[in-house]
């Protein structure tokens, strides 16, 4: 019994310590602040609350990351020999690599890109159902 006693009084002042250390080393405004969160109550109504004000807010500017505008598609390269032409895009800041007589990209490999044609100075291809077409700026232009 007695031993016992003398590991928690002996350990006490060590504890103390250690937690005050803590919150000397933080501010004094955020130390009540996560004081008056551990000693603050939450029903589940006002968690839920909370959890679905957090995820409206991650999602308004999860839409407004998405909804700028993006880039248009460049074509970088055509390249090859016919008829095994190889065209290099832009689209949406990737390269993409098309290879005439195939429908699907080289690279990446990707069902949302497909290659209607490639025809120097252009390349023709659908992303989403919509026809794109870019073509090589002229030199001196």
Request: overall charge positive; aromatic content about 6%.
């Amino acid at each position: 019994m007695k031993h016992r006693k003398f590991l928690s009084l002996a350990g006490a002042p060590g504890i103390w310590a250690s937690v005050l250390g803590v919150f000397a080393l933080m501010p004094s405004a955020q130390a009540t602040e996560s004081v008056a969160r551990v000693t603050t109550p939450m029903t589940v109504l006002a968690m839920i609350k909370t959890e679905n004000d957090v995820l409206a807010q991650w999602q308004a500017a999860r839409n407004k990351v998405a909804a700028r505008k993006r880039p248009k598609s460049t074509l970088l390269s055509i390249y090859g020999v016919l008829p095994q032409l190889r065209a290099t895009v832009l689209i949406d800041g990737r390269e993409v690599v098309f290879e005439q007589g195939r429908k699907q990209p080289l690279f990446p490999q990707t069902n949302a890109l497909r290659l209607r044609l490639i025809k120097p100075p252009c390349v023709s291809f659908t992303r989403r159902a919509r026809l794109e077409t870019v073509c090589l700026s002229r030199v001196g232009s």
